[in-house]
């Protein structure tokens, strides 16, 4: 069975660009997280996904950042525009209800 | 401030020695969950503690739950090279927001 799987695996751009970074989750997992992993940090919680409803965005910049899991599967996760700030690991986890997480590999994004 | 701390934030050690790692809290958590990470890749699930003063072990990884679920430990018995590695703590409190939050990290490296 594939994990959850995100792309791409790197990006680097220049600052004020946009970019976006995908998940795919496990199949049936109905919980869907992104997280931001700062170097020598534990991941941060950006938003939670139930199907496909936002239940936990409280720590998304929405000034800049945005999601989407339309039809409650794969999910998308943008910045507009990046700052220097946002160079970091972006990771996509999904769960079943109560169930323990299982992470993708992550995006390792660099604003230059 | 860290919701979850961890000591130490990095260890290095002889091959064939033991060692413990700590994850402290003020706050009451409903589950603790222990993950490990290698470069590159997203944190892997190890364990999951729900119990006040439960104990799991994982071959040569004894995982507890303090008494008061404020806290845990995992202690590596025999560590070997395969075991260096982030190990990262993770919970869910009682009260407030139901999500998973992460403590900072312990790098662990293991010298031949």
């Known amino acids: 069975e594939a994990g959850v799987v995100q792309s791409p695996r790197y990006k680097i751009i220049e600052k004020k660009q946009p970019v976006a970074f995908w998940c795919n989750p496990i199949?049936?997992?109905?919980?869907l997280y992104w997280y931001r992993q700062n170097l020598g940090q534990g991941p941060e919680l950006l938003i939670r996904y139930e199907n496909e409803e936002a239940v936990d965005d409280s720590q998304l910049p929405k000034d800049r950042f945005s999601a989407e899991r339309l039809k409650g599967v794969d999910s998308t996760l943008k910045i507009q525009p990046a700052e220097l700030g946002d160079s970091a690991v972006y990771l996509c986890?999904?769960?079943?209800?109560?169930?323990?997480?299982?992470f993708g590999s992550g995006t390792r994004l660099t604003v230059v | 401030t860290q919701l979850l701390e961890q000591s130490p934030q990095f260890l290095s050690i002889q091959e064939g020695e033991n060692l413990t790692v700590y994850c402290n809290s003020s706050?009451?958590?409903?589950?603790l969950q222990w993950y490990r990470q290698e470069p590159g890749e997203g944190p892997v699930l190890l364990v999951t503690v729900v119990t006040g003063g439960e104990v799991k072990k994982l071959k040569r990884l004894t995982f507890q739950f303090g008494d008061a679920r404020k806290d845990s430990s995992l202690h590596i018995t025999a560590a070997q090279p395969g075991d260096t590695g982030l190990y990262l703590c993770a919970g869910v409190r009682i009260q407030g927001a139901q999500k998973l939050v992460f403590g900072q990290g312990t790098r662990l490296t293991i010298n031949p």
């Open positions: 199949s049936g997992h109905n919980t």
């Open positions: 706050s009451v958590f409903s589950s």
């Open positions: 986890a999904s769960s079943i209800y109560r169930g323990g997480y299982t």
